[in-house]
Each structure stands twice: as C-alpha cells, then as structure tokens.
C-alpha cells in the first residue's frame, strides 16, 4: 500500500501480533480503516482481500486460513491445506507483509490466493 498512514496501521497490527497481542476487535477495527486507503488507491484486490479477512475474523475469532501453496494443486486438497483449526499466526503475519509492498506481482497474486480461500471457507 501506498498510503502513509495504511502503512503505519500495517506496521501497528504486526508489532501487536509479534508481542502476542491478537486483540481481535482492534485488528478488526485497523483492517477496516486499511481498506478505506485501499479504496482511494483503487486496487480492488487488496479491497477485497481486506474485507474478506475482516469479516473471516469476525466470523471465526481467529484467523484460520494457511499461507497459500507455492505450486497449483487440485482445488479440493488445497481447501483442505489452507484451512487451520487453530489461529494462524504465521498465516496472518505473511498476510500482513503482502499488503507492504504490493508492487511486487507475486504479492498479488498470493492475496488472489487468500481470497479463494476465504470465499471456499
């Protein structure tokens, strides 16, 4: 992301979750403001990975969605793979870091990745 102030809520959510602070309702709270400046930025992938992720936490109180796989598999075995039964840290902080840098295209294409499984969920 571009925007200052969306960076700055990025880097906020992380340094909370590296101090093991997964306040859910804050987290919420900051993905929602973050997908405000995404909106001003007009790129709707990352609108609606954030929304997706937002209401995923919501619903769930956790964030039960693994790092997508580096190598195509069968639609069915990776639903499977990407779900976890407990919360994913390490899912949601590589999650974060995609949203830092979004000129890199296979940051893209990894959030194109979250948001299948966030609808398949």
Request: aromatic fraction near 10%.
């Amino acid at each position: 992301m571009e925007n200052k102030y969306a960076q700055k809520l990025i880097e906020k959510i992380q340094k909370e979750v590296l101090q093991n602070k997964f306040d859910l309702n804050s987290i919420v709270s900051d993905l929602k403001k973050i997908r405000e400046y995404s909106l001003e930025e007009q790129n709707p992938v990352v609108t609606k990975a954030l929304r997706l992720a937002y209401e995923h936490l919501e619903t769930n109180d956790a964030f039960l969605i693994g790092i997508p796989d580096d190598e195509p598999i069968n639609e069915e075995n990776e639903i499977e793979q990407n779900i976890s039964e407990e919360n994913d840290i390490e899912s949601f902080e590589y999650f974060l870091s995609l949203l830092h840098d979004l000129s890199k295209k296979n940051n893209l294409l990894d959030l194109k990745e979250y948001n299948k499984a966030f609808i398949a969920f």
